[in-house]
């Protein structure tokens, strides 16, 4: 959770947008996305979902190595 909290606060900050605004923009509670930056917490995968799609983020899934 921390790495992806990472990605999703370096890209919004790229796109110079503040918490409030993504969190408004992906229809998700400011407190969890904070949570999320912060990776913390175990947000529900369509929340995460939503901040990715605002952020123009995709999630994959791969075999470990």
Do not use: F, H, Y
């Not at 959770?1 to 998700?28: D, F, P, T, Y």
């Not at 999320?36 to 990715?52: D, F, M, V």
């Amino acid at each position: 959770m921390k790495e992806i909290g990472k990605i999703i606060k370096e890209r919004r900050k790229s796109l110079k947008v503040n918490q409030l605004e993504l969190s408004e923009l992906a229809g998700v509670d400011i407190s969890t996305l904070v949570a999320i930056e912060r990776g913390e917490g175990n947000p529900k995968l369509a929340t995460l979902l939503s901040i990715l799609d605002t952020l123009g983020l995709q999630m994959t899934i791969g075999l470990k190595s």
